[in-house]
């Protein structure tokens, strides 16, 4: 049996296979931030997949699909942000509700797209640093939403850490009265970062449908914006994390198949389980210090905000 | 559609006016009670399927199943359905709540749903149920499945004769006797054809999954394989291989067409249809009872799909030619001698596999690498 798994490979699809949860994840921490939690996430990538194929089909252009994913996206979410940043509904009933209905607006919406071969999403092709030895094919030949996806997690970080918007949108998530006290709008803020976090949803959702599968399938996120909700908490809520997470999972979900293809003898339950059993390992490793990982959570995460005064 | 306004009882409790609700989910209830009082009640079939009716694969050839058996016997029976329902403890809810509502005969149509439905049958005596691929039966409770492993045969007949690489992928769902068939019955026809030839199989560990099957088929592709055949529901590793060129693939439950002529140069369909509708008009006539059906290309539930050009000319006619000796009878495709993969002998000299055998198969053939998962 020989061990013939390319490094290169393994690290080129490892990159794509975590995007689409990386760039949900991403979304959902900034929305968590500002005190909301938002368990939609599946149901805003599944129309962000649909939105963005459909597009994509019909302009011929990816870039055009991506962007209408993002709108999707955040226009779904906004559905979600009237009702219970307006009307104070449940947030979780309210997340559960939004998954369900996007999943099953998503297959209406894609009736005619099954079957359909989406334009493809061209390689950069980055003169010098593409040439560079095994570095070039490993990390610098993707398509440039993996790009985009990392500069959204430096700037979610240089935002939420270095700017005085930053600072409002923690304001508000750890203690709305106090936000609201001080005269910010905390609804505003809220619902920007739900608008946030639905647009990246909804590019996770068409990096899905027009990259990593690429075609338009029913139910086709499958599970993976749950993954980024688990993934937020792994994160602790910290950008950085959130791309140590994705790129965790994603990849132990990549080489598990890649080690099975090559034939390893390694029992193919424990490779199956591998990714889900480490994402716990190092859950339970992150929240050993209780103290610590209980005040990394925004206070006000969940909580509804009325303005009685 | 009945003109009559009726009232209609809701789980017993809710009283409502039809036509206020028309265009609602009750909508399908008030028609039935109307109908009802009308005096000839439609017979109410039911479907629990694993995926979407939209994966373009195992589910949707389930529902082509149930459109035509509405399109078959028109307003004599309405049909349910409900889509992504888990194996396991929540199939046991779904088909609880479809038996409540009046379902006579419930298809529940994937391999995990097996201890669910014994179990649901049980509290049911009077509704009958009829469960795809697995061994089970009760006085209620019929299975019925196809035989995949014959489509396999051809397949692994033309992935022997096309591999340059010696290399054919598989990815499987799980190690299951109807997944373990189809992989020994392709690799004993592609090996038959090129003693060279090498099986890679990667366990998905789910039916549906596009993203996770699409990366399978990637892993296994930039491990040499230039074969690629699927046991899960998608169409993802047809993409993943057409992106990747110089693939070819096989349309697994489903035509697939969309990717012909290349990567997919030939299918295996299953045709649901005439059975299900034979088995309504069984409960219909009152002459239903529980059997054990496994029917194969002959009696056309397995269904082959066009075998493209892209296949060279010989080794079509040879598919072919191995296509209709199945139909026909003339062979089995686990006819012997067959070793065991620790070479201990299963099959001797000119012995055909029993039915009991294949159906739970859980060991390799001579020649397969790798160990099956428990």
């Known amino acids: 049996m020989d061990l013939s798994i390319n490094p290169i490979l393994l690290v080129a699809s490892l990159m794509v296979a975590s995007t689409p949860i990386l760039l949900a994840a991403i979304g959902e921490m900034v929305v968590e931030k500002a005190g909301v939690l938002n368990l939609g996430v599946e149901g805003m990538m599944i129309v962000g997949a649909i939105c963005g194929f459909a597009i994509a089909v019909e302009t011929g252009s990816p870039a055009i699909g991506f962007l209408a994913a993002a709108i999707g996206g955040a226009a779904l979410s906004m559905l979600f942000g009237f009702l219970t940043q307006y009307l104070l509904t449940n947030q979780v009933a309210t997340g559960l509700a939004l998954t369900l209905f996007g999943l099953g607006l998503s297959s209406l919406m894609g009736q005619s797209y099954v079957g359909i071969k989406p334009p493809s999403t061209p390689k950069l092709d980055i003169p010098l640093l593409g040439d560079i030895p095994v570095l070039g094919p490993m990390i610098f030949s993707h398509d440039l939403m993996v790009y985009v996806s990392l500069a959204i997690i430096v700037a979610v970080w240089a935002f939420l850490k270095y ?58 996120t499958a599970g993976s914006g749950w993954i980024a909700l688990a993934i937020v908490v792994f994160a602790s809520w910290r950008a950085g994390r959130v791309l140590l997470g994705a790129y965790l999972f994603g990849g132990i979900t990549v080489l598990q198949l890649n080690l099975q293809a090559a034939g390893v003898a390694i029992p193919v339950e424990l490779l199956s389980m591998s990714p889900y059993l480490i994402t716990i390992l190092v859950l339970v490793i992150i929240s050993s210090d209780r103290n610590r990982a209980a005040l990394n959570a925004p206070a006000s995460l969940g909580r509804a905000f009325h303005a009685s005064h | 559609m009945p003109h009559t306004e009726a009232l209609v009882t809701l789980n017993g409790e809710l009283l409502m006016k039809k036509r206020t609700f028309l265009l609602t989910g009750v909508a399908a209830a008030a028609i039935a009670s109307a109908a009802f009082a009308d005096g000839h009640e439609p017979l109410k079939v039911g479907f629990i399927f694993v995926g979407p009716v939209g994966d373009g694969g195992w589910t949707y050839e389930h529902n082509q199943g149930r459109l035509a058996v509405e399109e078959h016997f028109g307003d004599k029976v309405e049909t349910v359905f409900q889509e992504n329902v888990p194996e396991g403890a929540d199939a046991e809810r779904a088909m609880t709540q479809m038996a409540l509502q009046g379902a006579d005969l419930i298809f529940t149509t994937s391999f995990g749903y097996m201890d669910p439905t014994i179990a649901v049958a049980e509290k049911f005596p009077n509704v009958k149920f009829e469960h795809a691929t697995g061994y089970k039966r009760a ?236």
């Open chain 2, 139 to 374: 006085d209620n409770v019929s299975t019925y499945s196809a035989r995949f492993y014959e489509g396999r045969a051809i397949q692994g007949h033309i992935a022997g004769k096309m591999t340059k690489t010696n290399k054919v992928g598989y990815i499987a769902s799980f190690p299951i006797p109807e997944v373990i068939r189809g992989i020994n019955s392709a690799y004993l026809h592609a090996s038959k054809v090129n003693p060279d030839v090498e099986f890679s199989v990667v366990w998905a560990y789910t039916w549906f999954d596009p993203a996770k099957e699409a990366d399978a088929a990637k892993a296994l592709i930039e491990n040499g394989a230039d074969v690629i055949l699927q046991h899960t529901d998608s169409t993802a590793p047809q993409a993943a291989a057409a992106d990747a060129g110089s693939v070819i693939t096989f349309g697994q439950a489903s035509d697939m067409a969309e990717y012909a002529p290349l990567p997919r140069v030939s299918s295996i369909i299953d045709n649901w249809a005439p059975y299900y509708i034979q088995r309504v008009q069984a409960v219909m006539d009152g002459t239903w009872e529980s059997v054990d059906t496994w029917d194969g290309i002959g009696p056309g539930m397995v269904g082959i799909g066009e075998i493209t050009d892209a296949v060279p000319a010989d080794v079509k006619a040879e598919a072919e030619a191995l296509r209709d000796a199945i139909a026909a009878g003339e062979y089995h495709p686990f006819t012997g001698p067959i070793n065991k993969q620790d070479g201990t002998v299963w099959l001797p000299d000119g012995e055909v596999a029993d039915d009991g055998t294949l159906a739970g198969m859980n060991f390799y053939i001579e020649g397969m690498n790798g160990e099956i998962p428990n």
């Open chain 1, 163 to 220: 700017t005085r918007g930053g600072l409002i949108l923690r304001a508000v998530g750890e203690s709305h009265d106090a936000a609201h006290a001080l005269g910010y709008n905390v609804i505003f803020v809220r619902l920007s970062a739900i608008a946030f976090g639905g647009a990246c949803a909804g590019l996770g959702g068409a990096y899905l449908s027009l990259v990593r599968v690429p075609q338009w399938t029913e139910g086709m």
